[in-house]
């Protein structure tokens, strides 16, 4: 089973308020990724989690903040929104040597 | 820098027809990077279509056929016969690997197959 979960899969915010994204996976891969996704534009690495290791983009690196309880979940959290954070946001893990990335379904992140 | 260009953002073909849809790559980054096509069907998530790691070698999956040319840095996508099944949004993408991680996408073709 290659599923990665996202929860949810739609998210209306105000500007001004946090977001908290939630990603799961079952396969124990140890790398867990999130990424961004706004129309006519490629999906853009935010940051990844290797193991317990947070590694930020550096374009991004305070504007997303990032947390991994355990090796199944990971969490995107924007401590308080603006419009520019609209965008789908897409979860993906992978393990061992594999760099084959599994993505989750997406969150479509409205800010209002 | 690396970066992945598609230059179709829209590719119209009828059943039956072959396609291609163009990709290259540019990186710095990564001598030999591995390069992977991901589909993503009408609501649903994105998923892997095929992956080379080694240049010039071809992948191959669901008839879509990909061969890795290191000396024009292109990963063309092909088919021989389409089908109404394959309409989708097709992204080329390079991989960064070691402590750096990364797929560095392009801005993805979609594919109308008309019946």
């Known amino acids: 089973d290659t599923t990665v979960k996202q929860n949810p899969r739609y998210k209306l915010a105000r500007v001004g308020k946090p977001v908290n994204l939630i990603c799961s996976q079952t396969?124990?891969?140890?790398?867990m990724y999130w990424y961004q996704k706004k129309p006519n534009q490629a999906p853009k690495l935010l940051l990844f989690?290797?193991?317990?290791?947070?590694?930020r983009e550096a374009d991004t690196f305070e504007k997303f903040q990032s947390s991994r309880p355990n090796n199944s979940f990971c969490s995107l959290y924007i401590g308080s929104a603006g419009l520019e954070y609209s965008a789908m946001y897409l979860c993906a893990s992978s393990g061992g040597h594999q760099d084959t990335q599994y993505f989750g379904p997406g969150t479509r992140l409205l800010v209002l | 820098g690396d970066s992945v260009t598609q230059t179709e953002g829209q590719v119209t073909v009828s059943e039956s027809k072959s396609l291609i849809i163009n990709c290259t790559y540019s990186t710095t980054s990564i001598a030999y990077p591995n390069l992977f096509w991901y589909v993503r069907y009408p609501g649903e998530g994105l998923q892997l279509l095929l992956k080379?790691?080694?240049?010039?070698q071809k992948g191959s999956s669901r008839g879509f056929e990909a061969t890795y040319n290191k000396e024009t840095t292109s990963f063309h996508l092909q088919k021989a016969s389409v089908q109404e099944s394959d309409s989708a949004v097709y992204y080329c993408a390079l991989g960064i690997t070691g402590n750096t991680r990364k797929l560095i996408f392009g801005l993805g073709t979609t594919l109308q197959v008309q019946p």
């Open positions: 396969m124990n891969h140890d790398t």
């Open positions: 080379v790691i080694t240049a010039g």
């Open positions: 989690y290797y193991d317990k290791i947070l590694n």
